[in-house]
């Protein structure tokens, strides 16, 4: 089944910059809209960024200006550039798709949400 693998976290200084990466991998069909989402310590999971198939995108106003999300349809994968990066930033972030066409382990296919296994992002310095 596909699945979504998510890179580029680490420890950043406040006012440096971070790329995320997530890729698909599996017996994808298609991929439609996909977003970040982080978690930090003690709270909600909350959406940061979408952006769908023909590349129109959304963000939280919390990173607007900073933060630039951005996909390679042809290589599956889905990117997340933070600039200016505060401590508030610090989280776990999840890369998602939502409406993910793929096939199961029997063949058959189906629609599914999907979600990476995260990678924390911490801004400190």
Same mark, same amino acid.
């Given at each position: 089944?596909v699945? @979504?693998?998510e =890179? *580029?976290g680490?420890?950043v200084q406040p006012g440096g910059?971070l790329?995320? =990466?997530?890729?698909a991998?599996?017996? %994808? @069909?298609s991929i439609d809209?996909?977003?970040? &989402?982080?978690?930090? #310590? *003690?709270k909600e999971r909350e @959406? +940061?960024a979408t %952006? /769908?198939? *023909? $590349?129109s995108?959304?963000?939280?106003?919390?990173?607007? $200006?900073?933060? /630039? %999300?951005?996909r390679?349809n042809?290589?599956n /994968? +889905?990117? @997340?550039?933070?600039? =200016?990066l505060?401590p508030?930033? /610090?989280?776990v &972030?999840?890369?998602n798709? #939502?409406? +993910?066409?793929?096939?199961n382990?029997? *063949?058959?296919m189906?629609?599914r949400?999907v979600? $990476?296994q995260g990678?924390? +992002?911490t801004v =400190?310095?």
């Amino acid at each position: 089944q596909v699945q @979504l693998v998510e =890179s *580029g976290g680490g420890l950043v200084q406040p006012g440096g910059s971070l790329r995320l =990466s997530c890729a698909a991998s599996g017996s %994808i @069909l298609s991929i439609d809209a996909m977003g970040w &989402y982080r978690q930090a #310590p *003690g709270k909600e999971r909350e @959406l +940061v960024a979408t %952006i /769908t198939r *023909g $590349g129109s995108t959304n963000y939280a106003d919390s990173v607007k $200006g900073r933060f /630039t %999300i951005s996909r390679d349809n042809a290589k599956n /994968t +889905v990117y @997340l550039q933070m600039n =200016s990066l505060k401590p508030e930033d /610090t989280a776990v &972030y999840y890369c998602n798709a #939502p409406d +993910v066409r793929e096939y199961n382990n029997y *063949g058959t296919m189906r629609y599914r949400d999907v979600w $990476g296994q995260g990678t924390l +992002v911490t801004v =400190s310095s």
